[in-house]
């Protein structure tokens, strides 16, 4: 016997067949074929609308409760290029923290994979400019962290340009799935040297060229 996910899988190919199927005797025959395994086996047109929801799991090696700003802003920045969600995840439930990206099919899997890339890229140019920064060790973290929030706003007016909206079947998993989510207030530092690294980040993210940066393997997994 077919698990549930091996079904659904079936009906989701056989919905798409009929859509598709240039022959309407065909395309008939998939349409009444899926409705037939629904009924058989009592799943809704929502239960295959939710099953083409997935999710992936993107660590940064933070483990702390709460994330980074500027990193909670680049996995945002992400999710939204390819119509995703996502959310931090910690707690003693899990081993590591990690960041969660929920979005239609393979989505979810290539925002995770970009943001994993661009967090790299980050952190290494905040790493950098840290170096050569003076003084405190506590003025210098949070010159650098300000470094990479204006990074990081260098890359989310590239990347607004083509972002796309998640769809309400997104939303409506995690609400599901992921009940009892809170929002963590995540504060965003000021004051004149804080504002000069963000936009000395600003400047070095800006010269980031996305297709360059997200590599050949993220480029075939658009395609």
């Not at 090696?61 to 680049?74: I, M």
């Not at 207030?185 to 004051?191: A, S």
């Amino acid at each position: 016997m077919l698990s549930k996910e091996k079904l659904l899988g079936k009906i989701k190919r056989l919905l798409s067949l009929a859509r598709h199927n240039s022959e309407p005797h065909e395309a008939a025959l998939a349409l009444q074929k899926a409705h037939e395994l629904m009924n058989a086996h009592g799943f809704s047109e929502k239960d295959v609308s939710l099953s083409q929801v997935k999710e992936s799991a993107a660590r940064t090696g933070n483990n702390n409760v709460a994330p980074n700003l500027w990193s909670a802003n680049l996995a945002e920045v992400v999710a939204k290029a390819f119509g995703c969600d996502c959310f931090y995840v910690s707690g003693n439930r899990f081993r590591h923290p990690f960041f969660n990206f929920v979005g239609l099919e393979h989505k979810a899997e290539i925002s995770a994979y970009c943001f994993e890339v661009l967090f790299r890229f980050c952190k290494k140019a905040r790493s950098e400019y840290y170096q050569k920064l003076r003084g405190k060790r506590s003025s210098r973290i949070k010159k650098a962290n300000a470094f990479a929030i204006g990074w990081v706003i260098a890359v989310r007016l590239k990347v607004d340009a083509f972002a796309t909206a998640t769809p309400d079947i997104v939303k409506e998993y995690i609400l599901s799935k992921w009940r009892g989510l809170t929002e963590i207030e995540l504060k965003n530092p000021k004051g004149r040297a804080i504002d000069s690294a963000k936009t000395e980040g600003f400047i070095e993210g800006d010269k980031v060229e996305l297709h360059n940066a997200v590599g050949a393997k993220f480029q075939k997994k658009i395609n």
